[in-house]
């Protein structure tokens, strides 16, 4: 069973042995794996300006910090500000979750040297 897809009104198979014989070209295959890396990157880094804001707060949910942080702040906000400034002692906050973003590039840096060699071994021919 076959279907037209429709605005280029082919079938399915038709564009299927088109889009392979195009990928088989080194060109397209390096603008294939361009557009791959690209994409890879980007989602890395907005995933990570997702996470960064999110994180102290979920440390902090999850009691990251012991339970005289968490007492703290809901004595504060049982009682309620009584016009006194506050003050949030976060207990090592900034620095955990300064190694946990520190994490992600030292495993970086000792993956990719070792990722070229890897590719240059194991990685795609280019047929001429």
Same mark, same amino acid.
């Given at each position: 069973? #076959?279907?037209?897809?429709?605005?280029?009104?082919?079938? @399915?198979?038709?564009?299927?042995?088109? *889009?392979?014989?195009?990928?088989?070209?080194?060109?397209?295959?390096?603008? &294939?794996?361009?557009?791959?890396? #690209?994409?890879?990157? &980007?989602?890395?880094?907005? &995933? =990570?300006? *997702?996470?960064?804001?999110?994180?102290?707060? =979920? &440390?902090? =949910?999850?009691?990251?910090? $012991?339970?005289?942080?968490?007492?703290?702040?809901?004595?504060?906000?049982?009682? $309620?500000?009584?016009?006194?400034? +506050?003050? +949030?002692? +976060? +207990?090592?906050?900034? #620095?955990?979750? $300064? *190694?946990? @973003?520190? #994490?992600?590039?030292?495993?970086?840096?000792?993956?990719?040297?070792?990722? $070229?060699?890897?590719?240059?071994?194991?990685? =795609?021919?280019?047929?001429?």
């Amino acid at each position: 069973m #076959s279907f037209t897809i429709p605005g280029i009104n082919l079938e @399915f198979n038709e564009v299927k042995e088109i *889009v392979w014989t195009k990928i088989q070209e080194p060109v397209m295959q390096r603008r &294939l794996i361009l557009v791959i890396v #690209s994409i890879a990157l &980007l989602l890395d880094n907005m &995933l =990570y300006m *997702v996470i960064v804001p999110i994180i102290p707060d =979920y &440390l902090r =949910y999850i009691g990251a910090w $012991g339970v005289e942080a968490q007492l703290e702040a809901q004595m504060e906000a049982r009682n $309620g500000s009584n016009g006194k400034p +506050h003050h +949030h002692d +976060h +207990h090592g906050q900034d #620095s955990a979750t $300064g *190694v946990l @973003f520190a #994490s992600k590039a030292i495993v970086q840096l000792m993956v990719n040297p070792f990722s $070229g060699a890897i590719i240059d071994r194991i990685g =795609y021919d280019i047929k001429s």
